[in-house]
């Protein structure tokens, strides 16, 4: 089970850092994610991480801003926004799946657990 927090209502320009915990799982087997879902739009993945955390994958609408990260003895996945902007806000959801050492999983069909989402507004 994973449960994702840290979103809320934050000023274009500024951060937030996104949480998702599991219970149950162990993140030191899984390949990881975060994904949106802006209203009206599907969901779309904008970072991703090998199990390890030496391999990471960014949407363009996100490089250079946000960074994906997972801290394995904790069993928490991050993702840290910064010069957070109008358009990023959306429901943020965490995803996993147990996977080889070193594989970055992009296809959103391929992760098994989601999280609940957490909601990110960016106001300017």
């Known amino acids: 089970q994973l449960q994702a927090s840290g979103g809320g209502l934050v000023q274009a320009g500024g951060s937030l850092r996104l949480s998702c915990a599991a219970s149950?799982?162990?993140?030191?087997?899984?390949?990881a994610a975060w994904f949106r879902q802006a209203p009206g739009k599907e969901r779309k993945l904008i970072a991703a991480?090998?199990?390890?955390?030496?391999?990471?994958f960014y949407d363009d609408s996100v490089k250079g801003r946000f960074t994906i990260s997972k801290d394995n003895t904790e069993n928490t996945l991050f993702l840290q926004m910064n010069s957070l902007k109008d358009e990023d806000t959306a429901v943020y959801y965490c995803a996993a799946k147990a996977t080889v050492a070193g594989e970055v999983i992009t296809t959103t069909s391929r992760y098994e657990y989601w999280g609940q989402g957490t909601l990110v507004t960016v106001s300017s």
């Open positions: 149950g799982r162990s993140f030191g087997t899984s390949a």
């Open positions: 991480i090998s199990r390890g955390g030496t391999r990471k």
